[in-house]
């Protein structure tokens, strides 16, 4: 806990020291789920987001097998109702529209904010309601419909909507700071075990479920090289600190884009479940036996490069490796999860000034233990041959 506290402390003071800039505009026109302005002079945007592919390929439940899949449909609403003042909807079509215990939001409902910039420049900017996380990672700013799989980190460990306020200040063109303080969870933990039917244990919520991000955005080099670092704190379990930290850098030009993706996450107790999942299956405990592990540790690094080979071709290679360990446990230790996630496509854009692209490629995805855990690998390596767009219908 000591050196959970003393990261805490050291990155509370490095993190805003350093600076944060506008989230940069995708080579492909994507629509930001970060909190960057958005000068649109328009109070009402319709745009239709979509992926559908043929899988073909193997699980660890089949050797082969081969489907469509429609992998995302959303809708995004935007606009502005003055200069300052602009709001943001956006629905998941293809999750249920159930509400969540803990905000009482939508599972569909991405986010749904309101943001408003003041000042005598213009460079403070208060966005409140449901948003997108604070979160140092370009994986998750880029437009979701671009990423042909995520690593865990997006999918499963991170909180990526969040119900709560974020106060921004941009300090210069090239260095914007923000402070994001929200829910930590979407569900209760009464909720949360029992979906995932585990026992309550010794555990109980936290007073204070909430956590907050403190994130710098920077531009250098004439705006090629860019920055979202972040430090998060938060707490759903009483007595028990999460501390994370996310380095998201990009170099981007005129057809070049390359993400690097660093974070490494410290759970005091691992509500994720993500971690625990595999060592109650090695230790052999059923039902209320399994309770959430506690000083879990999550690390991940992703490399993403696209390059736009001419008007119409382009490709995409992307590459993750993440490790869970248990390391205060010496049955389990260091890195006794490891998953490797990558793909490789090859893209075609049907009319040039249109973000819809006809793609086909091959997603490699394996999860392995440890020897000494005796638990099998799990693949999921498959073809893909598909289409993705983001139109604007209004």
């Known amino acids: 806990m000591k050196i959970r506290t003393s990261v805490g402390i050291v990155l509370c003071v490095v993190c805003p020291a350093v600076a944060s800039a506008q989230t940069p505009v995708d080579t492909t026109k994507n629509i930001s789920l970060d909190t960057a302005k958005q000068a649109s002079p328009s109070i009402f945007n319709l745009h239709i987001l979509g992926r559908t592919s043929l899988n073909i390929g193997q699980n660890k439940e089949r050797a082969l097998n081969a489907g469509f899949r429609m992998d995302e449909t959303r809708l995004l609403l935007s606009g502005h109702v003055n200069p300052d003042l602009s709001y943001k909807v956006r629905f998941r079509l293809n999750k249920a529209f159930t509400t969540t215990t803990q905000d009482n939001g939508s599972r569909a409902l991405d986010y749904a904010q309101l943001n408003y910039r003041f000042g005598k420049q213009k460079d403070w900017e208060l966005i409140l309601g449901k948003q997108a996380a604070a979160v140092g990672s370009y994986e998750f700013v880029n437009n979701p419909v671009y990423e042909y799989i995520f690593t865990d980190y997006v999918d499963r460990i991170l909180n990526l909507f969040v119900v709560g306020a974020t106060f921004s200040y941009t300090a210069n063109p090239n260095h914007n700071f923000q402070l994001q303080v929200y829910n930590t969870s979407t569900e209760t933990f009464d909720q949360l075990i029992k979906t995932a039917g585990y026992g309550a244990g010794e555990f109980k919520q936290s007073e ?47 057809n070049t884009k390359v993400y690097l993706d660093l974070q490494y996450s410290d759970y005091g107790v691992d509500h994720t479940m993500l971690a625990s999942n595999p060592i109650h299956a090695f230790i052999g405990n059923n039902g209320a036996d399994r309770i959430m592990r506690k000083d879990v540790v999550y690390k991940s690094a992703v490399l993403r490069f696209d390059q736009q080979l001419s008007t119409h071709w382009g490709v995409s290679v992307k590459g993750a490796y993440e490790t869970a360990s248990a390391s205060k446990d010496k049955a389990i230790g260091h890195d006794f999860r490891r998953n490797w996630t990558g793909y490789a496509a090859m893209e075609y854009k049907p009319i040039a000034n249109q973000d819809w692209k006809l793609f086909a490629g091959y997603i490699d995805h394996k999860i392995s233990y440890k020897n000494r855990l005796g638990m099998p690998s799990e693949k999921n390596n498959r073809f893909i041959l598909g289409t993705y767009f983001n139109l604007k219908a209004i």
């Open 208 to 254: 204070r479920p909430m956590g907050a991000y403190f994130t710098w955005q920077g531009n250098f080099f004439n705006k090629a090289f860019h920055t979202k670092w972040s430090y998060n704190y938060n707490q759903l379990i009483a007595g028990a600190d999460n501390h994370s930290i996310s380095l998201a850098n990009m170099y981007q030009s005129k």
